[in-house]
């Protein structure tokens, strides 16, 4: 009904940068946010950053200043950008989307599979 794709995780050094992608696709009637959260092996799931379809970010503390989110909302698209990637980045990075389906009234949140990010020291 409903599907997120993410792409572009990889292995990486320390200080090095990757550029993540999703793209949502289906029965969608609006979108109302998109973002990424991340699950380190061991831990909860994170928040990293979101985007409203306002324009609107908000970031995790650890990653402000590094990461930048963007997106095209009517498109169905959001990107982050990771810079200057410290091994504490590695996990897996799961995008999301709190939207509305075609013939709904209300919002739902759907995710992607995950891509996996990892940073060498």
């Known amino acids: 009904q409903v599907q997120l794709v993410e792409s572009g995780g990889d292995l990486v050094q320390a200080g090095g940068s990757l550029r993540l992608s999703c793209v949502a696709s289906?029965?969608?009637?609006?979108?109302?946010?998109m973002g990424w959260y991340r699950q380190a092996p061991g831990k909860q799931r994170e928040l990293v950053a979101t985007?409203?379809?306002?324009?609107?970010?908000n970031y995790a503390d650890s990653v402000k200043g590094r990461f930048t989110i963007s997106g095209d909302i009517a498109a169905n698209t959001v990107s982050l950008q990771m810079n200057s990637l410290k091994p504490e980045d590695t996990a897996v990075y799961y995008c999301?989307?709190?939207?509305?389906?075609?013939?709904?009234?209300?919002?739902?949140?759907?995710w992607g599979r995950g891509t996996q990010v990892t940073v060498s020291s």
């Open positions: 999301n989307a709190e939207l509305r389906v075609d013939g709904g009234v209300l919002l739902f949140p759907y």
């Open positions: 289906g029965r969608i009637f609006s979108i109302n946010a």
């Open positions: 985007i409203t379809s306002g324009g609107t970010t």
